[in-house]
């Protein structure tokens, strides 16, 4: 059974960090990409940013929004995903969900975590 | 701001069929995903690749699109059907994602 748990959240004075940690289990973690998003209370849905697997580079993309100031990253051997965010704002405060990302004829996200809250706030 | 756009709400009878459109540039390069969304809980994937279902979701939902515009329709809404629809792509450069506004679903 494919599990994403996130972890890491909690209250948060603006200007300072947090890292947030989505722990997978139940496929193979290597092979996918992962995806971060985030809700602010009575907001939509908002993608943060994603990391591809080791066999497409690796590499990371992120929303206009949160560029220069978070960052994914993963460890594939603990089969975790962490998004590191710095210097944040007040706006930055929501629910956190990580998400599985499957390509089949599109790129989509079929398992997400339950979602961690983040409050920034002084 | 989105660059996909939705409806903000939508009400359908118990039982009718109901139509949620989402509107975006990237629509013509990429298929829409839809996401069902209920209070305090993660999204679900309803329709992906334009009509295609999830395991476990029910055949009522189907999707469609025509240009720049993805649909999900719900044939026979449901109590059950109440919740937020979010339609999701790729933007113009096929880096980034981009979700719609969301569209919040009344059954009556």
């Known amino acids: 059974e494919v599990q994403l748990v996130e972890s890491g959240g909690g209250l948060v004075q603006p200007g300072r960090s947090l890292r947030l940690s989505c722990t997978a289990s139940?496929?193979?973690?290597?092979?996918?990409?992962m995806s971060w998003f985030r809700q602010a209370p009575g907001k939509g849905l908002e993608w943060v940013g994603f990391i591809r697997s080791k066999a497409h580079g690796g590499t990371t993309e992120y929303a206009a929004s949160v560029k220069g100031r978070f960052t994914i990253s993963s460890d594939d051997s603990k089969t975790i995903a962490y998004l590191q965010m710095n210097s944040l704002k007040t706006e930055d405060t929501a629910v956190y969900f990580c998400s599985r990302e499957k390509y089949s004829g599109t790129y989509l996200f079929d398992y997400w975590g339950q979602g961690t809250q983040v409050t920034v706030s002084s | 701001s989105s660059e996909l756009t939705q409806d903000p709400a939508v009400s359908v009878a118990l039982g009718q069929t109901v139509r949620i459109t989402c509107q975006g540039d990237s629509l013509g390069s990429y298929y829409a995903n839809w996401y069902q969304q209920k209070p305090g809980q993660a999204p679900v994937l309803v329709i992906y690749a334009k009509n295609n279902r999830p395991s476990g979701i029910p055949d009522r939902f189907s999707g469609s699109s025509s240009g720049n515009t993805a649909s999900l329709t719900i044939s026979g809404a449901q109590a059950e059907d109440e919740a937020d629809y979010y339609c999701n792509s790729r933007d113009s450069s096929g880096n980034h994602l981009v979700f719609g506004g969301g569209t919040k679903l009344t059954v009556l």
């Open positions: 139940g496929f193979t973690f290597g092979d996918y990409a």
